[in-house]
């Protein structure tokens, strides 16, 4: 049974920082492309930036392009979202689960997801 959870979020000032972190199990972590999604209030969820199983191949929102990074750990099971240059915008639910993706899009086939982590940006 596929299993993930999201920790790292919190309040923060506009600018500031924050590193998510999800560790998973259940599943070959290390054969499977992860990803990092986020849902406002009355929004839909969105792939924020997603990372190939070998962490070479990523893609990045175009709202998130040069302020977030994505990197995994195969041996903790563990993929990371470092976030820099926070803005009120990224307010949001942050998930992550396994994804597919291409130079366009970041989805995930997950119906089941994590409990996720609150980020909040205060402006």
């Known amino acids: 049974q596929v299993q993930v959870s999201e920790s790292g979020g919190g309040l923060v000032q506009a600018g500031g920082s924050l590193r998510l972190s999800c560790t998973a199990s259940?599943?070959?972590?290390?054969?499977?492309?992860m990803g990092w999604f986020r849902q406002a209030p009355g929004k839909e969820r969105e792939g924020v930036s997603c990372?190939?199983?070998?962490?070479?191949?990523?893609y990045y929102a175009n709202s998130v392009k040069g302020r977030f990074t994505i990197s995994r750990d195969n041996a903790k099971n563990t993929v990371y979202l470092q976030m820099n240059s926070l803005k009120p915008e990224d307010t949001a639910m942050y998930y992550c689960?396994?994804?597919?993706?291409?130079?366009?899009?970041?989805?995930?086939?997950?119906?089941?997801w994590g409990q996720g982590t609150q980020v909040t940006v205060s402006s």
């Open positions: 689960a396994t994804a597919y993706f291409s130079s366009t899009f970041c989805r995930s086939p997950s119906n089941s």
């Open positions: 259940g599943f070959s972590f290390g054969e499977q492309a």
């Open positions: 990372i190939g199983w070998t962490g070479s191949n990523l």
